[in-house]
């Protein structure tokens, strides 16, 4: 579901503070189908060319809506995937944190694109040094949770493997695990959010697409105030 191990993003260089006008047009079957392209050099050309101009648009569209959301301003950072040499990235993503450097350490949104799906989602991952903060709140208010987070949001412990597990799924036995092991393991981390198939017509309607990641985002808030 989340996104794979590149550290260099860059970000968007947009204005955080004023949304813009331009309708965003959505994803099609087309922007899935940049993974499929064999070799680096390939398929870095066709994501850069079909694919990463509706990243930056989501940045500059939702940047301003989670400033106001969080009450601090929040910066996009598009994935260059600039470290990768020989393997071709099997993902792509846009991350939205407090931070202008960059979001790895930072508790943050994503919303990115696997082959078979797009996700929506919070993330907290192995860089950062607030996971054990996450993790100590968020196994105070495991009940909370359970009646916050709808049963179809999907949580992972890993962002280097595409999907994951409903939170009806992991049970709230699953979910402490899940918490436990972030609070206790270097390399663990913690992901919440939705999942949407490549092929729902969601997707290629761009404004109905950023109104539900603007409906997510205000779901996951509270996972991310427990970061802190």
């Known amino acids: 579901m989340p996104a794979t191990t590149e550290t260099e993003t860059a970000p968007v260089t947009a204005t955080v503070t004023e949304p813009k006008s331009t309708a965003f047009s959505g994803f099609s079957a087309h922007d899935f189908d940049v993974f499929h392209v064999p070799g680096l050099e390939a398929r870095m050309s066709v994501l850069i060319e079909r694919v990463r101009p509706k990243l930056e648009q989501l940045g500059e569209r939702l940047s301003p809506f989670l400033s106001e959301l969080v009450g601090e301003t929040i910066y996009p950072h598009v994935a260059k995937h600039a470290r990768r040499k020989v393997n071709p990235p099997n993902d792509t993503w846009i991350a939205f944190a407090a931070n202008k450097r960059g979001y790895k350490a930072h508790p943050h949104f994503q919303i990115g694109l696997f082959g078979s799906h797009l996700f929506v989602q919070f993330a907290i991952i192995y860089e950062s040094d607030n996971k054990s903060v996450f993790a100590d709140h968020a196994l105070r208010q495991l ?86």
């Open 143 to 228: 009940s909370d949770m359970e009646k916050h987070i709808p049963a179809h949001f999907v949580w992972s412990g890993d962002h280097m493997v595409p999907g994951g597990d409903t939170q009806s799924e992991l049970g709230r036995e699953g979910l402490r695990k899940l918490l436990e092991r972030l609070r206790t393991v270097k390399a663990s981390e913690a992901l919440c959010g939705i999942i949407i198939d490549r092929n729902d017509p969601l997707l290629m309607d761009g404004e109905a697409f950023i109104a539900k990641a603007e409906e997510t985002f205000k779901t996951l808030l509270p996972l991310y105030r427990m970061a802190f």
